[in-house]
């Protein structure tokens, strides 16, 4: 946020609610109650993991509650997760596969995996792996 602050064209807005370090993201019903009464185009959603099975998922039952309470506040919810996500289970169900309508991921994800995510709706973007720095 403070470096968006700096730039003249942006205008950050931070969620009050109690921090949870180390992420620094805010969680609990201030949050959920501020995200309803917003709306978004498009919200970029990270997650701890996804699968065909279970939909998005985390480990933590408030983290999920804040991404359903920002899911519900956008229009088109692209979901932005390296493949190593694909397939890993966690306690709490943000919310199913077709609750997004994108995914950014890299090559490694497998094929019978874009094809499954295809055929539910959900458009895959493939980003090159990175090479490492010099």
């Known amino acids: 946020a403070t470096a968006l602050a700096a730039r003249p064209e942006v205008s950050p807005i931070l969620l009050g609610g109690q921090v949870k370090g180390p992420e620094l993201c805010t969680v609990g019903p201030m949050v959920t109650e501020s995200l309803a009464r917003m709306s978004a185009d498009i919200l970029f ?16 039952l ?25 397939g890993a289970i ?16 890299d090559e490694g994800l497998p094929e019978s995996g874009r094809q499954a995510l295809k055929e539910a709706g959900v458009e895959v973007i493939l980003a090159p792996l990175a090479s490492p720095p010099r």
């Open 45 to 60: 959603l990270s997650t701890a993991g996804f699968s065909l099975e279970r939909g998005l998922a985390e480990p933590d």
């Open 62 to 86: 408030r983290e999920a509650e804040v991404k359903r309470a920002m899911m519900k506040a956008a229009r088109h919810v692209c979901l932005v997760a390296d493949s190593s996500k694909f």
């Open 90 to 105: 966690y306690f709490a169900q943000t919310a199913p596969l077709d609750a997004i309508q994108s995914l950014v991921t």
